[in-house]
């Protein structure tokens, strides 16, 4: 669940009503799905080959732009995720997971929305994607933004009861389109970040470059990666970089990448829907 079409894809406009998740996404009543797809992302060290989902209104048919740019950073940038816990949400085709998986994470948990067309098929890319020796350290569950973090604690499997149990990085991958669900997103967050023990010592300055320094890398993190496939609300989008900011979250921008657009006949500006914005986020506290 990566991304969105038109406007009209949506079954419940998200910025006319504010309504939970399982109300924004109610499924309505849909064909046999299309064909599965499959999308090729060339990595550092080795080939991923993703399937897709033939059709499906949570839009997880689609290897959206902002999964090709996380997954590029991460192999750029492994202290992020080596021998870290990881949690991907609204993972869609999971490639930014699959990347940390096979490279070395030490456990990766990877949700989506619970339709069991989107589960079964992150397990299938886990199954052909991961490697034999490194299957046991990825989790797939379904997940509702917002609810009790305790089923994906739970997969960490670890009996100390200690900040082992919570997660490193999470990773958010073209999520904040959908404006009513921002504080459901951060609630999630919140619970399951570990807390940063670093923060005092390296006080962010909205730079870039201060972001991506060694230090700033093995701080417990939030990645969100976004378009603004629909440009005319970009400030809506970017109000979940306020709301952050007021909760005490540090917001750091660490990539601007362009990209042919997804949909070169949607409305709005071309370059605008054709580029992926990339945030590093911390914070000092639970």
């Known amino acids: 669940m990566a991304g969105i079409h038109n406007e009209e894809d949506y079954l419940v406009d998200p910025d006319e009503v504010d309504l939970g998740l399982d109300s924004v996404f109610i499924e309505a009543a849909r064909p046999p799905s299309l064909e599965a797809t499959f999308s090729i992302f060339q990595g550092l060290h080795k080939e991923f080959r993703i399937r897709l989902v033939g059709s499906h209104p949570l839009w997880g048919h689609h290897l959206w732009n902002s999964a090709l740019s996380v997954a590029s950073y991460l192999e750029q940038h492994p202290s992020l995720f080596h021998n870290k816990n990881i949690l ?8 930014p997971s699959l990347v940390a998986a096979e490279s070395g994470a030490r456990k990766v948990v990877i949700t989506d929305y619970p339709d069991p067309d989107l589960i079964q098929n992150i397990e299938y890319n886990v199954q052909e994607n991961v490697d034999v020796a490194r299957k046991g350290n990825v989790a797939v569950q379904g997940y509702v933004w917002g609810h009790s973090i305790h089923p994906l604690l739970a997969s960490l499997q670890n009996e100390s009861n200690s900040n082992e149990d919570l997660f490193d990085l999470i990773i958010l991958s073209d999520l904040i389109f959908n404006h009513s669900q921002h504080d459901a ?12 023990p670093n923060a005092s010592k390296f006080p962010f300055n909205d730079e ?15 990645l969100v990666f976004y378009t603004h496939h629909r ?38 500006e071309e370059e605008v829907r054709a580029t992926v914005h990339g945030w590093l986020l911390t914070r000092s506290s639970r």
């Open 88 to 95: 991907e949400l609204g993972a869609g085709g999971a490639l």
């Open 185 to 196: 997103l951060f609630k999630t967050c919140r619970l399951a970040l570990k807390p940063s």
């Open 208 to 222: 870039a470059s201060e972001a991506s320094s060694p230090a700033s890398l093995l701080e417990p993190s939030l």
């Open 231 to 268: 440009p005319h609300l970009a400030h809506r989008d970017m109000e979940f970089f306020e709301k952050a900011r007021d909760q005490g979250w540090n917001c750091v921008e660490l990539v601007t990448q362009k990209f042919d657009p997804m949909f070169p006949e949607d409305p709005g």
